[in-house]
Structure formats: C-alpha cells, structure tokens
C-alpha cells in the first residue's frame, strides 16, 4: 500500500496554467505505475493521464492532450501533473492514484490507492 498526498490545485482563469504534485510514502514507488483522474460535479471520474514506473511511457485522455504533461520523480517520490492553457471544463477534484499493474494504465479499476484529491477550478 502506498499513502499519497495531492497539492497544487487552485483557482485560474481560462488559459492559465497549474502544476499538481502528488507525494507518495509507503511502499517503493518505483514499483507503482501512477495516473491522474478528475472529477466533476454530478460526474463519473474519469481518466486523465498515467504514466509508467520508470517513466518512459505515458498516457493521455483526449481532451487534454496536448495540454497536460504528466512526469514523474522517483528520487523525490513524487508525480506531477503540469496543466496548461485550461479551460472551464477542466474544473474538477483531481485524484493522483497508484497501480501495480504494468498495461491498461487508463483503466481506473486497476488503481488501489488513491489520495484525498485536490480543486481544480478554472474560471472563464
């Protein structure tokens, strides 16, 4: 099991930009994969960014492709979501969370622990 603490969400204006910071303790976190999910208000969470244990792969959702970069820092136990150029409907309690699972690093079932999330809100 690994404990995980978000930081870094706020209040912006449309095309402002964030950088959330997710810390783990616990187990090795080498060993976890990591990924970044939202939710909105009256919404389902949902996927938005993953990367693998070394960091060499990463995974994106659609919608913010392009303007999102997730990263990563074994040294410093921690992963990092840098958000750019957002938008109203990127508003959201994001949640970093961690998998031991190697594929399917979108799938949100596969993560076991999660942190208490942090506010996201943009607006226009």
């Known amino acids: 099991q690994v404990q995980l603490v978000e930081s870094g969400g706020g209040l912006v204006q449309a095309g402002g930009s964030l950088r959330l910071s997710c810390a783990a303790s616990?187990?090795?976190?080498?060993?976890?994969?990591m990924g970044w999910f939202r939710q909105a208000p009256g919404k389902e969470r949902e996927f938005v960014a993953a990367?693998?244990?070394?960091?060499?792969?990463?995974y994106y959702a659609d919608s913010v492709k392009g303007r999102f970069t997730i990263s990563r820092d074994n040294a410093k136990n921690t992963v990092y979501l840098q958000m750019l150029s957002l938008k109203p409907e990127d508003t959201a309690v994001y949640y970093c969370a961690a998998t031991t699972s190697r594929i399917r690093l979108v799938v949100i079932t596969l993560y076991n622990d999660w942190g208490q999330g942090t506010q996201v809100t943009v607006s226009s």
């Open positions: 616990g187990r090795t976190f080498s060993s976890y994969a």
């Open positions: 990367i693998s244990r070394s960091g060499d792969r990463t």
